[in-house]
């Protein structure tokens, strides 16, 4: 199960290991071991520019997830979901916002998007939020903790 994360410009100082190993724990965990991700880290900058051409919002978001749908897949690359693009700039922000470590943050990202990949949609109604709510949180239970070990620089 490949999972291929991308640290965009050197915005980031990091080693993409341990997210990579964190995504491939939740996919196990979601029923989706075979699968392939591709994560990328950008800046506000960078997801403002993809949140206008794609959702027609003009602002800065903390994560999209950009699903491969079934006609789109490539021959040979049936196990691709889709990308899962994050912006660190606004995931350091919001971490402090809610008292939590960069490592917390991202974790809840990456599952947020991840669950987006495979079709769940906070947006559709009250329940799906709250359906998605709930997994999202036994997944970060399930999974256990994303460990960087201070490999992001502050």
Not at 7 to 18: E, F, G, K, M, Y
Not at 38 to 54: F, G, K, M, P, T
Not at 61 to 70: G, I, K, N, Q, S
Not at 116 to 128: F, T
Request: a positive charge.
């Amino acid at each position: 199960m490949p999972v291929t994360v991308l640290a965009r410009r050197r915005i980031h100082s990091l080693r993409t290991r341990p997210l990579g190993d964190f995504v491939e724990r939740a996919l196990k965990h979601l029923g989706q071991a075979s699968a392939e991700v591709c994560v990328s880290l950008v800046s506000d900058a960078e997801i403002q520019a993809l949140n206008r051409q794609y959702r027609h919002k003009d602002r800065p978001t903390d994560v999209l997830a950009f699903p491969v749908r079934e006609g789109e897949r490539i021959p040979g690359d049936e196990q691709h979901l889709g990308d899962v693009v994050i912006s660190v700039d606004t995931a350091r922000r919001q971490a402090e916002e809610h008292g939590r470590s960069l490592e917390e943050e991202l974790a809840t990202l990456l599952i947020h998007g991840l669950l987006h990949l495979l079709g769940y949609d906070h947006e559709r109604s009250p329940a799906e939020a709250r359906k998605m709510r709930r997994l999202e949180r036994r997944l970060a239970a399930t999974v256990g903790p994303l460990r960087l070990r201070g490999e992001f620089l502050t």
